[in-house]
């Protein structure tokens, strides 16, 4: 979004401020970007952002950022006019001491794998504020949305269960595969990742039409298929008179 930004000022009056004159710069502190995802998953958003111009730093851990340049510790000094910080998940502060259940270093609620609190049957946590054992990994279960949403279908479950005095079923995450957006320069992503040895790798316009139409699903579950519908038309015909920069 930012590269598009920067290709699309003079159409707001910006003429002074050419393309080559914004340089994007994107600082990762892990090994490579994306580390949540398959390692080629993070190779093909990587690949895609080079070609766009991005310089990529992997590795860098940012220790201090000043009003004209970001501090990394390896000793790089990233000039900087405009800085933009996404940090990642972490349940809310309140959380973190609340008494009379158990939480880790990110405040997350630690759960068995009925998704019950390790100290209170009674109270369940799901999604990002819940840390979950993987089964068969050494990681907790990936604050994801399809995770999420699992969890949210278990707990249901659960519910109803204990309302008729029947055992609770136990969590197991299913990983459905990835895609990841590259706004209208691409999408890539991969298929049955629960199936390590048979994911497949998707990119190009099979990938960006299923990003589209897993976000109209999503649209559906929450609005239902009339109002989906609607929206959907009334998009297309305000295309034209839209902004082609979010200017919120």
């Not at 609340?98 to 209170?120: A, C, P, R, S, Y």
Request: aromatic share 8%; hydrophobic share 40%; with cysteine.
């Amino acid at each position: 979004q930012l590269y598009e930004v920067s290709h699309l000022l003079n159409a707001y009056g910006l003429d002074e401020v050419k393309p080559q004159d914004v340089k994007l710069t994107l600082i990762e502190a892990a090994d490579r970007i994306l580390p949540g995802l398959p390692e080629n998953i993070s190779a093909a958003a990587q690949e895609e952002l080079n070609d766009l111009g991005v310089e990529i730093l992997a590795g860098e851990r940012v220790i201090e950022v000043t009003e004209t340049e970001i501090k990394t510790q390896s000793g790089r000094n990233i000039p900087a006019a405009i800085k933009v910080w996404a940090a990642g998940i972490k349940a809310p502060e309140f959380l973190k001491d609340i008494d009379g259940l158990e939480t880790n270093w990110m405040n997350q609620l630690v759960v068995k794998q009925t998704l019950q609190t390790t100290f209170d049957d009674d109270i369940y946590a799901i999604g990002d504020c819940c840390a979950c054992k993987w089964i068969g990994q050494d990681q907790n279960v990936p604050p994801r949305a399809q995770a999420a949403h699992q969890m949210a279908s278990l707990v249901y479950k659960s519910i109803v269960n204990r309302m008729k005095d029947k055992e609770l079923p136990e969590y197991h995450y299913h990983d459905y595969g990835s895609l990841v957006s590259l706004g209208r320069y691409g999408t890539v992503g991969n298929l049955m990742g629960n199936l390590s040895k048979g994911s497949m790798k998707v990119e190009g316009l099979m990938a960006r039409l299923m990003y589209l139409s897993l976000y109209k699903m999503h649209q559906v579950a929450l609005f239902g298929p009339f109002r989906v519908l609607m929206l959907s038309l009334s998009h297309l015909f305000r295309r034209s008179v839209h902004p082609k920069i979010k200017l919120h």
